[in-house]
């Protein structure tokens, strides 16, 4: 399972909801699984955002795996300079 | 990570650590190195770009006609041909950036180019297109622009997350919020709390090399661009898709590059040359004047904050409440969302909430600034830090060291932090003789810290073995800050040769595969992973043709400075170059490429304190003493290192005390150069002090960090700070410039 966190700007999809697991193995199934359980919230993951893993801030994580128990964290995509 | 499995980050090295002369330093030093706008072709042409001369105006019309008769010109080129807007909003804000449509949405916004036979008939042509404008009202920073009252910049801006949706546009592009736990219960638990406003002005990256580019497009609808940018390949993308092109029909050659820092992440001039040398049939170069830079470049943003920070009087902070709002330009896409991210990035807290907005305003698009938006919000939050810990009577540093987050504490931005350096970089000032040094009348000293994120992304290298027993390094990623060596010293290290005997290239998009770009401070972490991987592959190989000659199998061979022997010593060792030598009987050309998209960012973070002298009488400020501690993680070429750190401090220094757009009651640049742009020189600013910080990163082959950026964040605060102290007043908005000081120093009732 893994373990979703949500920041104050995606809780206005979730109804206020700042945790939940999901079953997924790779990130485009978390993001399936999360628009059904918030429709409208799949497609707010899939522009622009970047997916923290255990920490780990990857800038194009679609098809990314999902170890067991895996911290996710949806953030914006940052640029450097 | 699958690259660092291998590794123990804590090895000694041979060439990692050490400081060669860099491999592009004979041609920088002695003029024959190529930048953007050296390149001469055969029967080019030169280019240049009627501005808007008003900071909103409708463009009714544009008539070319007489223009286009001039002696000279051969080609003029206006929105008309380009195609319609089209793709996401962010690709239709860069093409409408890159030459104007229906409104210019600041001064300086393009609205025609023309490529004629030399300088002075393009400008004069320039001249003689007719442009009819319609005046708008103008909104020229935030406040203005939040107004209720405002001028609408873009009609269809609808703010997003913000739940329910308003129905009307504004100037407002997008909320930002990122919270945790009880705001309120945790200011109630403070003993003080300190709330103050501040305010930033728009700061140039101030790179000495203006933007430029050349165009050569042939008769079978391909140009080959050479251009002075952060990433070739990036360039090649944006370009295609302002024309409306496949990525393919264009090749992008990276000239050397003279300074960027992120703003040169971006694109100008590179479609305007190419339609230009398209419709003339010839080549085209436009170079930009300073002027130009200054009034069409995307600056950072301007912000206004408003920092709020309670904390117990054992040093604990108990909760931080931080509102900020960041001009954009005239599009979408100010760094707030970073800033959002970093401003309390550093610290452990449970009660906070960060509420950040992105809002459009007629000044040029903001362009990425090393750690972007990370130096703004660290000001405001860094400076009411201060303040806290006067308050509860504790050292600055004690009470970072107090709140500081180490491994395994959450970020305010949500995830768990891995391994990082924060401590050791506080510690490291507090250590240093700098931070007990006596001070004078007149004289204070401020203490900051900032953190980073660094990036990752998409790198591919390829290494060569000549027959000579050298290896060329070829990568994708121009080299701003040092990458040439760091790429060099990092393959030395993995084939075991001498670092002299290894040449790194930059190549076009032809020669070499995908890499993103040189930004985020990625380069060394992500192209250099792929250097190391590239290697490896190459050192197994040879161990492979090594064992062939010895009749023993690959993995009875090791390699050992630079020379494949039998582990069980059975036969003297075979040197790379006698391997190279013989290449075309153990197997052919002996070559290897590795890409990938990096994985293993580590974050940075760094804590600096500066020693200042304020003059009473003008106002004037003096840094005396300028002390930077941050965690590289490793540092691969020390001198280089030292350079990034002494960099950051210095842009943010000028950031601190002098720079700043002037704007007219118009919306006109009063200031679009720099004798009155002023960016500190070498005269203005003392040795900058530096030790590095090396808490290894335990994903990457040799610990790396990352070094560009996050040496910027702190400088803002610890410059105020210092001022604070000298002056025994708080001045909140930037810049602290003689003129303001004086004023605070004449008027406040602080």
């Known amino acids: ?81 | 990570m699958a690259l660092a499995e291998d590794t123990n980050p804590m090895q000694g090295f041979k060439w990692v650590g050490s400081r060669p002369i860099r491999p592009d330093g004979f041609d920088k030093v002695t003029g024959r190195a190529k930048f953007g706008a050296d390149l001469v072709l055969p029967g080019m042409l030169t280019g240049a770009v009627l501005r808007s001369p008003h900071a909103h105006a409708e463009i009714v019309s544009i008539d070319t006609s007489d223009a286009e008769a001039m002696p000279g010109v051969k080609s003029v080129v206006t929105g008309a041909d380009f195609p319609e807007p089209y793709g996401k909003p962010a690709e239709q804000d860069v093409q409408r950036n890159v030459m104007a449509r229906e409104k210019a949405l600041y001064e300086g916004h393009v609205i025609a180019a023309v490529a004629a036979l030399t300088r002075e008939q393009a400008r004069a042509a320039l001249g003689a297109i007719k442009v009819t404008y319609k005046v708008l009202p103008h909104v020229m920073n935030v406040t203005e622009a939040m107004a209720d009252s405002a001028v609408v910049i873009h009609d269809n801006m609808i703010t997003k997350n913000v739940d329910p949706a308003p129905e009307a546009p504004s100037n407002v592009a997008s909320r930002t919020v990122f919270d945790g736990g009880e705001l309120d219960k945790g200011f109630a638990e403070a003993d003080v709390v300190v709330e103050r406003e501040f305010t930033t002005k728009p700061v140039h990256q101030g790179y000495i090399e203006p933007h430029a580019a050349v165009a050569d497009t042939t008769p079978d609808g391909r140009s080959t661009v050479w251009c002075s940018s952060q990433g070739h390949f990036a360039m090649r993308t944006y370009t295609s898709n302002v024309l409306g092109w496949d990525a393919s029909r264009l090749k992008v050659i990276p000239a050397e590059i003279g300074g960027g820092f992120g703003g040169k992440t971006v694109i100008y001039l590179e479609p305007l040359a190419v339609r230009l040398s398209q419709k003339a049939g010839r080549p085209v170069r436009i170079v930009m004047d300073r002027d130009e830079v200054f009034r069409a470049s995307g600056p950072t943003s301007g912000a206004s904050l408003r920092v709020k920070i309670g904390a117990k009087n054992d040093g604990t902070i108990t909760a931080a409440d931080v509102w900020m709002a960041f001009e954009a330009g005239a599009f979408a896409g100010s760094p707030v969302g970073a800033a959002s991210m970093t401003a309390l990035a550093p610290y452990k807290l449970e009660n906070f909430k960060i509420e950040g907005f992105d809002v459009v305003v007629n000044k040029p698009k903001v362009a990425a600034y090393r750690a972007p938006g990370a130096p703004i919000s660290s000001f405001g939050v860094e400076s009411v830090l201060d303040e806290v810990a006067t308050k509860v009577g504790m050292d600055p540093i004690d009470f970072r060291m107090h709140n500081a987050v180490e491994q395994g504490d959450t970020a305010t931005y949500g995830p768990k932090f891995p391994v990082i350096g924060f401590k050791e970089t506080l510690q490291a000032i507090k250590d240093h003789p700098n931070y007990t040094a006596e001070l004078g009348p007149n004289q204070g000293r401020g203490v900051a810290s900032g953190f980073w994120f660094n990036a990752g992304m998409n790198s591919t290298a390829t290494v060569n073995i000549n027959d000579d027993g050298t290896a060329t390094v070829v990568t994708g990623s121009p080299d701003i800050g040092g990458s040439r060596a760091s790429m060099a010293l990092m393959a030395a290290e993995e084939l075991g040769i001498d670092v002299v005997s290894i040449k790194p290239v930059v190549a076009d998009t032809e020669t070499v595969g995908f890499n993103d770009v040189t930004g985020g401070s990625r380069v060394t972490l992500a192209t250099g992973a792929a250097v190391v991987e590239a290697c490896r592959i190459i050192v197994a190989d040879l161990k492979a043709r090594a064992a062939k000659g010895w009749d023993i199998e690959a993995d009875q061979v090791e390699w050992v400075d630079g020379r494949a022997q039998p582990i069980d010593g059975s036969q003297p060792a075979v040197s790379l170059a006698e391997l190279a030598k013989n290449w075309g009987r153990t197997g052919g050309p002996i070559s290897a490429t590795y890409s990938h998209n990096a994985r293993g960012v580590g974050a940075a973070f760094s804590t600096q304190v500066c020693d200042l002298e304020v003059d009473p009488d003008t106002g004037r400020v003096t840094v005396l003493r300028y002390l930077t501690a941050q965690d590289a993680g490793r540092a691969i070429h020390p001198s280089y290192v030292e350079g990034q750190l002494q960099g950051g401090v210095a842009q943010g220094i000028g950031w601190a005390l002098n720079e700043e757009y002037i704007h007219n009651d118009d919306g006109v640049m009063e200031n679009p150069g720099f004798l009155d742009y002023r960016i500190p020189v070498a005269s203005d600013l003392p040795m900058i002090d530096t030790v590095i910080v090396e808490v290894p990163n335990p994903a990457h082959p040799y610990g790396v960090r990352g070094v560009g950026e996050v040496g910027i964040v702190p400088p803002l605060a610890a410059v105020a700070n210092a001022v604070a102290a000298a002056a025994d007043r708080r001045i909140t908005d930037l810049p602290l410039s003689p003129v303001r000081i004086l004023d605070a120093i004449l008027n406040s009732e602080d």
């Open chain 1, 1 to 81: 399972m893994a373990e979703v966190h949500f920041t104050a700007d995606l809780r206005s999809f979730t109804g206020g909801v700042s945790d939940v697991s999901v079953e997924a193995s790779t990130v485009r199934q978390l993001i399936r699984a999360l628009d059904e359980l918030y429709p409208g919230l799949g497609e707010r993951l899939s522009e622009g955002t970047s997916v923290a893993i255990n920490g780990e801030i990857i800038a194009d994580a679609t098809y990314e795996e999902l170890p067991p128990d895996a911290e996710v964290h949806f953030l914006e995509t940052l640029a450097g300079g």
